[in-house]
């Protein structure tokens, strides 16, 4: 669930680009320009409340990518206010619009790795609050 993490502020939900898009593009709510070897934190103004036995990936575009645009430290495990961390490694300044997208979130299943080695699939109507006693 994406809620404003401040009713005032000015935020935009997260969409998918097409009907058979995997994941949600990331709209920002202000414009702005990172020069080159540049690295800015874009607050998003909302908060990314995922089921238990989720987490959620930012990512960059293929068409930012190309130009060395990158988001750095995209995942998302905690209910909390979301920001989208991007590097210019370009050789040009980088500009965006309000609205426009500047990253992709996947939101996908987290595998638990439990004492035995095996690999298990988390229980999604399950919460702990540590270690399993098994």
Sequence with gaps: MVTPSDPL????????????SAGLEVLV???GRLPPGDTTTIPLNL?????PGYFGLLLPLSQQAKKGVTVLAGMIDYHDEISLPLHNGG????????????GHLSVLPCPVIKGN??????????TTNGPDSS
């Design 9 to 20: 502020a000015k935020f935009l939900l997260p969409v998918p680009a097409t009907l058979l």
């Design 29 to 31: 709510p202000d414009g």
């Design 47 to 51: 908060k990314l409340r995922l089921p």
């Design 91 to 102: 050789k040009e300044d980088y500009a965006w619009n309000t609205g426009y997208p500047l």
């Design 117 to 126: 080695g095996k690999l298990q699939q988390t229980n999604p109507g399950r």
